[in-house]
């Protein structure tokens, strides 16, 4: 046996022997590295004569690319197990509770909305969203609220200072601006809801500076208050999971829909709690109309060809109702022990299907 045949019949014994890529890797260095054993030998083909030079280099490239696929195939296996060792480990039940419990809890505010959405979403409204710092004219002037407009005083404004024109931007004082900056945006069929923060000079026990409201907005060929009524209605029906609700929509005022009208929900006040669906009393939860036509004009839109109905409903307000929160003010105060108590776990997700609460 010559020396390169014993030197072959060693490594290929090695490679086949290695039990792990680390040693693998080692002996492929060793034989192919730049002072392997292989290498050495090339480099000393110099000093041959002419004929045994040519003899040996081309056994000697027969041998390194014998040896080089024999590592890459042995590589391979060992990859290959290494892979299954490591996924045998590795195998766990997702079936298996996250441990510890998750601390965290979803804010009644963000699961409300989420509640929203989904209904809202299954009649076919899509979502629409619009800045917090708004301009006197998406949130007055295109809702047919002029300057010196009495309504104007009833939004009790958080204004900035004036602009070098002298504008004054403003936080605004309800969703309706993304009705204007839909509207404009795009050509009817609309069908948006618009959640969002919305903000009012005002603080007691039922006001917060800060509230939430999502606003609907519908404007098609034909549309009447009776689509705006039967939407309503099945939005209560499955915001509060009641097969009745009773509503009772109160003639009213907004610049901006014409008629217009706020929706009390039927309700029975004991003492400390709220429960929606019997009783005598009533509460207000939202305003809404069809939109008054000269704001449809300022967008665009011909009101001779087009109606819509447009509502507003405050988030605070029947995510307190449905959860039996009696003061508006803790939603905000960002306490551990109530967040703890009205709080919802995170993968509760609300689905129409799987329930909402
Ligand atoms: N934007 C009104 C408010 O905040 C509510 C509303 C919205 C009324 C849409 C009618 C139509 O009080």
Request: aromatic share 8%; proline share 7%.
């Amino acid at each position: 046996m010559t020396d390169l045949d014993s030197l072959r019949k060693t490594l290929l014994d090695e490679i086949e022997t290695a039990q792990n890529l680390d040693d693998l890797e080692q002996l492929r260095v060793a034989v192919l590295g730049k002072k392997g054993q292989i290498t050495k030998r090339m480099k000393g083909l110099g000093a041959l004569e002419p004929e045994a030079r040519r003899n040996q280099g081309a056994a000697l490239n027969t041998l390194k690319e014998e040896i080089s696929r024999a590592i890459t195939e042995r590589g391979r296996v060992l990859g290959d197990s290494a892979l299954n060792a490591r996924l045998l480990q590795e195998r766990f039940d997702m079936t298996l509770p996250p441990r510890p419990e998750t601390e965290g809890r979803i804010h009644p505010i963000s699961q409300t909305l989420g509640e929203l959405l989904q209904i809202f979403g299954a009649m076919g409204f899509a979502v629409a969203e619009g800045p917090d710092v708004e301009d006197d004219f998406h949130n007055f002037a295109a809702l047919n609220i002029p300057p010196e407009h009495p309504a104007r005083q009833m939004h009790d404004t958080f204004y900035f200072p004036p602009d070098a024109s002298g504008e004054r931007r403003l936080l605004r004082t309800h969703t309706s601006p993304v009705q204007i900056r839909t509207m404009r945006a795009a050509k009817p069929p609309i069908r948006i809801v618009a959640p969002g923060r919305t903000y009012r000079r005002d603080s007691d026990i039922t006001h917060t500076p800060m509230f939430h409201q999502i606003e609907g907005l519908l404007i098609d060929r034909g549309t009447h208050m009776g689509h705006l009524k039967g939407c309503l209605f099945d939005f209560c029906r499955a915001f509060f999971e009641l097969d009745e609700v009773p509503l009772r929509f109160r003639p009213s005022f907004f610049p901006f829909t014409e008629p217009s009208a706020e929706v009390d929900i039927g309700c029975a006040r004991e003492k400390d709690t709220i429960r929606v669906g019997a009783g005598a009393d009533w509460l207000e939860i939202l305003g809404c109309g069809m939109v008054h036509p000269k704001v449809l004009e300022h967008c665009g839109i011909d009101s001779s060809v087009y109606q819509g109905f447009a509502f507003g409903l405050g988030v605070e307000r029947v995510a307190m109702l449905k959860y039996g929160i009696p003061d508006l003010r803790t939603f905000f105060e960002a306490d551990l022990r109530w967040l703890r108590h009205y709080g919802f776990l995170p993968l509760d997700v609300p689905t129409l299907t799987g329930g909402l609460s």
